[in-house]
Nanobody, 124 residues
Framework: QVQLVESGGGLVQAGGSLRLSCAAS????????MGWFRQAPGKEREFVAA????????YYADSLKGRFTISRDNAKNTVYLQMNTLKSEDTAVYYC?????????????????WGQGTQVTVSS
C-alpha cells in the first residue's frame, strides 16, 4: 500500500504562485511514476503533469506547459508541483497519484494510488 498526502493548497490572487507537495509513504517511492491531476466543480478530473520514476522524464498537459513544473525528491519521498502565473481557471482540487513501475501517464486509469486532494483557489 502507498499513502499519499498533498499539501500547499490555498487561496491566491491571479498572477501569483503556489507550490504543492505530495508526501508518499508505504513503499519504495523511487519505483513509482507520479502524477498530478485536478478537478474543478462539475468537471471531470484532468491531467496536469507527471514524472517518470527512473529517468525523471516530465510530461505536461499542453495548456499548462511553461506555467507548471513537476519535480520529485526521492530522498524525501516527495513530489512537487510548482504553479506560476495562476489564473482563475486553475481553481480546482489538486490530486497526486502514484503508478507502480509504469511510465508517466496522462490517464487516471493508470494510477492505483491517490491522495485526498488539496484545494487551490485563484481569485481574480
Amino acid at each position: 500500500q502507498v499513502q499519499l498526502v498533498e499539501s500547499g493548497g490555498g487561496l491566491v490572487q491571479a498572477g501569483g504562485s503556489l507550490r504543492l507537495s505530495c508526501a508518499a509513504s508505504g513503499r519504495t517511492f523511487s519505483n513509482y511514476a507520479m502524477g498530478w491531476f485536478r478537478q474543478a466543480p462539475g468537471k471531470e478530473r484532468e491531467f496536469v503533469a507527471a514524472i517518470d520514476w527512473s529517468t525523471s522524464y516530465t510530461y505536461y498537459a499542453d495548456s499548462l506547459k511553461g506555467r507548471f513544473t513537476i519535480s520529485r525528491d526521492n530522498a524525501k519521498n516527495t513530489v512537487y508541483l510548482q504553479m506560476n502565473t495562476l489564473k482563475s481557471e486553475d481553481t480546482a482540487v489538486y490530486y497526486c497519484a502514484a503508478r507502480l513501475w509504469g511510465a508517466a501517464s496522462r490517464f487516471t486509469r493508470d494510477y492505483a494510488y491517490w491522495g485526498q486532494g488539496t484545494q487551490v483557489t485563484v481569485s481574480s
